[in-house]
Nanobody, 116 residues
């Protein structure tokens, strides 16, 4: 199994930026895909960004142009850069590992709160 530990959340004002980090307990190149999801109160968890082991990235339409997913293989870390934060970005952000064969792992989540 793989462990994921997120950090970097916090309380920010609208228009500011944050960078979330997800430290992975093994080589990220051994994981078919890594993603960031978020869940706001009363809403379902949604995928916002994803990166494959080959480096292909995908984003939810609602975050394109403001969110950037990246990785540092030497640190076994996946990042989510969030720019021009909006109050509607307020949510718990979760790191996710798609391990193949229907298996996946989740981090504990990090809270992002954006004030207007």
């Amino acid at each position: 199994q793989v462990q994921l530990v997120e950090s970097g959340g916090g309380l920010v004002q609208a228009g500011e930026s944050l960078r979330l980090s997800c430290v992975v307990s093994r080589s990220i190149f051994s994981i078919p895909a890594m993603g960031w999801h978020r869940q706001a109160p009363g809403n379902q968890r949604e995928l916002v960004a994803r990166i494959t082991s080959g480096g292909i990235t995908n984003y939810a339409d609602s975050v394109k142009g403001r969110f950037t997913i990246s990785r540092d293989a030497a640190k076994n870390t996946v990042y989510l850069q969030i720019d021009s934060l909006k109050p509607e970005d307020t949510a718990v952000y979760y790191c996710n590992a798609q391990l193949g064969w229907g298996r996946q792992a989740w981090g504990q989540g990090t809270q992002v709160t954006v004030s207007s």
